[in-house]
C-alpha cells in the first residue's frame, strides 16, 4: 500500500520560501506521477502543481506559475514543492498526491489514488 508523508510546513511571512517534502513508499515510486493540491477550510481542494515519472515535465496552477516549482528525487523516493514570493493567499494545506495511472485530468484530484495527510503553511501578511 502507498503511503505519502509531508513534511516543512510552517508559519511563514508574505515574500518568504519554504520547501515541501513528500516521503513516498510501499510501491515503486518512480512509477507514480506525483501531484500537489491544497486546501482551505470550506473549499474545493485546489491543484497547485505535477510532475511526471522521470521528472522532467512539470505542470502548475496560474496562481501558482512562475513562483512554485516541483521536483522529485526517484532515488529518495521523495517529491518536493519549492514555494517562492509566498502570499497570504498561499495559506492553506497542502496535500501530496500519487497515481500510477491518472484516473482523469492530472488538476483533478479524482486522478490521484493515495494522499498524504497534508501539512498547514500558513502565510501571514
Known amino acids: 500500500q502507498v503511503q505519502l508523508v509531508e513534511s516543512g510546513g510552517g508559519l511563514v511571512q508574505a515574500g518568504d520560501s519554504l520547501r515541501l517534502s513528500c516521503a513516498f513508499s510501499?510501491?515503486?515510486?518512480?512509477?507514480?506521477?506525483m501531484a500537489w493540491f491544497r486546501q482551505v477550510p470550506g473549499k474545493e481542494r485546489e491543484f497547485v502543481i505535477v510532475?511526471?515519472?522521470?521528472?522532467?515535465?512539470?505542470n502548475a496552477a496560474d496562481s501558482v506559475k512562475g513562483r512554485f516549482t516541483v521536483a522529485r528525487d526517484n532515488a529518495k523516493d521523495t517529491v518536493y514543492l519549492q514555494m517562492n514570493s509566498l502570499k497570504p493567499e498561499d495559506t492553506a494545506v497542502y496535500s501530496c498526491?500519487?497515481?500510477?495511472?491518472?484516473?482523469?485530468?492530472?488538476?483533478?484530484?479524482?486522478?490521484?489514488?493515495?494522499w498524504g495527510q497534508g501539512t498547514q503553511v500558513t502565510v501571514s501578511s
Open positions: 510501499g510501491r515503486t515510486f518512480s512509477s507514480y506521477v
Open positions: 498526491a500519487a497515481a500510477l495511472n491518472l484516473a482523469g485530468a492530472f488538476w483533478s484530484s479524482e486522478a490521484y489514488r493515495y
Open positions: 510532475i511526471n515519472r522521470s521528472g522532467d515535465t512539470t
